[in-house]
């Protein structure tokens, strides 16, 4: 769709407004509070986590993860509750998972529930961890407990897969949940084992034929840029220039960079 001679211009002023932000050096919150452009909102916000979770309480974390006005404030919301969710008991995190709470909450209650996913344990003698494990990434009542499953189900399985069997696990599987996992296990093969190029890399996250394979190349891609001399000011310019554009994944990497710049 082309924008209008006026659209047009109120895109081009919020540009020139967000930049004039960045450039004043203004602090992350202020930026988390912007949402012109979406993966720069988030970008702040992930790098705010740490500093949330030690200075706010779950339930305002929690109801700034739910009715934030930002991208970046409800991923920042998210992100720390997922430090403070680490001191919950198993049974407190898989009520979280298996819930009604929001989207954003049970998010952050993955990486938590992974401790205790991957330490499960039966007296039933023919009980097998990864069966068990995937089964949930399967048949779990919310996507965020099978996305968990699924992440644990790759992380006790990856060191029998190649990154031929993940290629293929990207693409067709059981649920969309392994596949996305199985493509976050395949980012960590292009960076070691079987490595691909930048160019490579960003042909994947953009025009990958499954959402797996796109986010395989998204944080493989990441690692790169978070190992380039490239500063926040580059990744904040690349990220207004593709705004909309490219890919979610694409745009997922120079996020995941530029957050890793705001942290510094």
Do not use: C, W
């Amino acid at each position: 769709m082309k924008l209008t001679g006026l659209r047009a211009l109120v895109v081009v002023m919020s540009s020139i407004a967000l930049l004039s932000v960045i450039g004043l050096g203004a602090n992350l919150e202020s930026i988390a509070s912007n949402e012109l452009v979406p993966e720069i909102s988030a970008a702040a916000g992930m790098a705010l986590a740490d500093s949330y979770a030690a200075t706010m309480t779950e339930a305002e974390l929690e109801a700034l993860a739910v009715d934030g006005r930002t991208i970046g404030l409800r991923t920042a919301a998210s992100g720390a509750l997922a430090i403070l969710y680490r001191d919950k008991t198993e049974d407190e995190i898989m009520a979280i998972l298996k819930g009604d709470a929001d989207p954003m909450i049970r998010a952050a209650a993955i990486e938590p529930a992974q401790v205790y996913l991957v330490s499960v344990t039966s007296d039933d003698e023919d009980f097998k961890l990864t069966d068990y494990l995937k089964d949930i990434a399967i048949n779990g009542e919310t996507h965020e407990m099978r996305l968990a499953a699924a992440k644990a189900y790759y992380f006790m399985s990856r060191k029998s897969l190649k990154a031929a069997d993940l290629e293929e696990q990207a693409v067709t599987n059981d649920s969309d949940e392994l596949a996305y996992a199985a493509g976050e296990t395949l980012s960590g093969f292009y960076l070691s084992f079987n490595p691909k190029t930048q160019a490579e890399l960003e042909d994947l996250a953009i025009n990958g034929s499954s959402e797996g394979l796109r986010v395989a190349g998204e944080i493989a891609l990441s690692s790169l840029l978070i190992k380039s001399d490239l500063t926040a000011l580059d990744f904040e310019t690349t990220l207004l220039s593709i705004a909309g554009t490219k890919s979610a994944e694409y745009r997922g990497a120079y996020k995941i960079a530029l957050a890793n710049r705001y942290a510094q």
